[in-house]
């Protein structure tokens, strides 16, 4: 299948082949993404959409961070049924243990997110996770440094976390990378897997003034 869904399309990838796993129409999955737009043209649209820096300053989750720098790269994972990965003694970097979509509907502007899409996508994936939101010791964001959207992540999520009296620790892999497009749920989740097995959370450097 080949699909775009703008900045969401790697973590939809991995979710439409989990359903295939699930319903057991395949029994292996390859998902993933790849951005390698061409930089000047990129750079010119975030421009005209009031999103690059115009203090060359990329810092998502920074209140002096003014848009973003866009990247290049690819991501790739193999995904299997749990069970049949133990059976076949796979390496297994990590389990994801549930996923859920969610549509922003009409926001103010393609760069503005919705919090009401954000905050479903949040409790649909717990529940299908049958994880509590209390136990959440980190999130990953999405954070692209643009004021806007990273306010509206944060309000997201501490609406939602709120009223399970969490704070959990938060980070974007786009401050070390920039934002890899459609490829940037591969960034995200490669640093999650990285950080669960070595116990430690990459820093999410360029912060100096917390939103």
């Known amino acids: 299948l080949s699909l775009d869904a703008a900045c969401a399309t790697a973590c939809y990838s991995a979710k ?38 115009e203090n060359n300053k990329h810092a998502p989750l920074d209140q002096n961070s003014e848009g973003l720098f866009a990247a ?41 997110p919705n919090s009401k899409g954000q905050v479903l996508a949040y409790q649909r994936a717990y529940q299908d996770a049958s994880i509590n939101p209390a136990d959440v010791d980190y999130v990953e964001c999405h954070a692209t440094g643009t004021p806007k959207g990273d306010k509206v992540e944060l309000s997201s999520m501490a609406r939602f976390f709120r009223a ?42 360029s912060l100096e003034n917390p939103l």
């Open 72 to 112: 290049e790269g690819a991501g790739m994972m193999v995904l299997k049924r749990h069970t049949d990965a133990l059976r076949d003694g796979d390496t297994i970097h990590a389990v994801i243990k549930g996923g859920a979509l969610s549509n922003d509907g009409k926001g103010e502007f393609v760069l503005s």
């Open 164 to 205: 399970y009296g969490n704070k959990p620790y938060l980070g974007s892999a786009k401050s070390n990378l920039g934002h890899l497009l459609t490829a940037a749920g591969m960034a995200g989740v490669s640093k999650a897997i990285g950080a669960l097995n070595n116990g430690k959370i990459p820093a999410t450097i």
């Open 16 to 53: 439409l082949a989990c359903d295939y796993l699930h319903t057991g129409k395949a029994d292996i999955m390859l998902a993933g993404a790849v951005s390698a737009a061409d930089p000047l043209f990129v750079n010119m649209g975030f421009s005209i959409f009031q999103a690059f820096p």
